[in-house]
């Protein structure tokens, strides 16, 4: 059933791309079923249709990095986002982790620690900031943020990225 009405929220986005509610459904069934090549295949198409603001571009950055899928255009972008709204926290997290992947942790971590304390707590953020803690061995104080982001509901991608983080956690102590 859920394939079916897939289709159908696709066929309808397709060919009706002002009905909102076919985007947010296809936006929900990806979401709900951990499907990060669905919300990158949607992602993209919103960009396509609408010129994708910064969040909405972030979204396919985001979704490119964590596939490995067109990096140069996913750091570029991601780049470019955080340009533009650098106090965004959902933005710096992706250029961080963008940085991260282009093996300048360190840059990543000084874009991350200009966000507030509140921020870097927010589940969602502080996977990428215990992530990168971690990669920068500093175990101890990455602790606190990967145990804030195993409360988060994370695509599988962004789950396995925690679970390999931990694991560095448990072999430096």
Known sequence: PQKGREDLCWRVADNFPTERWAWQELGRLYSAGGNTHGLHRLYSAMCSLTGGDALLKNNVAATSLLLNLDLARAHEAARQNYLSRPGEPILASTYAYSLHLQGRTRAGLDV????????????SIALYYGLLLSADRQAGKAAKYLELASSAPLLPEERKLLEEAQQRQTTEQ
């Open 112 to 123: 991350l620690e200009k966000l507030s304390p509140n921020a870097l707590e927010k589940p």
